[in-house]
């Protein structure tokens, strides 16, 4: 129940299109969740997190949707650069000051 | 300012030996965590300290493993008897206080065993 499931495992994006990475999870206790960007030999850099109580969070380019019933999250990055090419991370984190419990990673690339 | 600093970047020890890797967290930051990312196992939790305390310690893998912080600031992790499936990239994250949901990572230590 701890677990956070990610897709999809590596994605190929042409520059200028729509990034779009999913995650699912089961724990209801969860209420705080966020996506990182990791570039390689780099550690995770917080890039945009949502709390439930809301249903879409955006951020320059990055949008995170939320959709509580179906305990499911998606980030968006919209007009993908190369720049953007990194694994993301989905997580999710059930009180305040406990662990991040992480997804699997989407290896993303945008194509120039 | 100066984001959370880890060290050495990089270990390369023997089996059997004993390692210890070192966290600076962002000044101020009362909350630290450890994490470690390898291939197949993705980025699991270790250890959680608020202040020098750690009310989580529930993914050290084995009684290898310890950590400690003191003064809270600076954090030690430490394995004993290194073996070759502790190789990973070994992160540290902190968070300004308890109650605050976001954690910062350092750029880890890539721990190597031969």
């Known amino acids: 129940q701890q677990q956070v499931k990610q897709s999809p495992q590596s994605l190929i994006v042409q520059k200028g299109g729509i990034s779009i990475i999913n995650c699912a999870y089961e724990n209801t206790a969860f209420d705080y969740f966020p996506w990182y960007q990791q570039f390689p030999g780099k550690g995770p850099a917080l890039l945009i997190a949502i709390r439930p109580d809301v249903s879409e969070k955006k951020e320059g380019r990055f949008t995170i949707s939320f959709n509580k019933s179906a305990k499911q999250f998606s980030l968006h990055i919209m007009d993908s650069q190369p720049g953007d090419s990194a694994t993301y991370f989905c997580?999710?984190?059930?009180?305040?000051?406990?662990?991040?419990?992480f997804g699997e990673g989407t290896q993303l690339t945008v194509n120039p | 300012g100066a984001g959370v600093s880890q060290s050495p970047s990089n270990k390369v020890t023997e089996k059997g030996k004993d390692v210890e890797l070192r966290c600076d967290p962002i000044s101020g930051h009362t909350a630290l965590y450890w994490y470690r990312q390898s291939l197949g196992q993705g980025l699991e939790f270790l250890i959680y300290?608020?202040?020098?305390?750690?009310?989580?310690k529930s993914g050290l893998p084995s009684d290898r493993f310890s950590a400690e912080r003191t003064g809270g600031s600076v954090s030690t992790l430490t394995i004993q008897r290194t073996q070759q499936e502790d190789s990973a990239v070994y992160l540290c994250a902190s968070s300004l206080a308890y109650g605050d949901y976001e954690q910062y990572f350092g750029p880890g230590t890539r721990l190597t065993v031969t």
């Open positions: 300290f608020q202040g020098n305390s750690a009310p989580d």
């Open positions: 997580a999710a984190s059930g009180s305040s000051g406990s662990r991040l419990t």
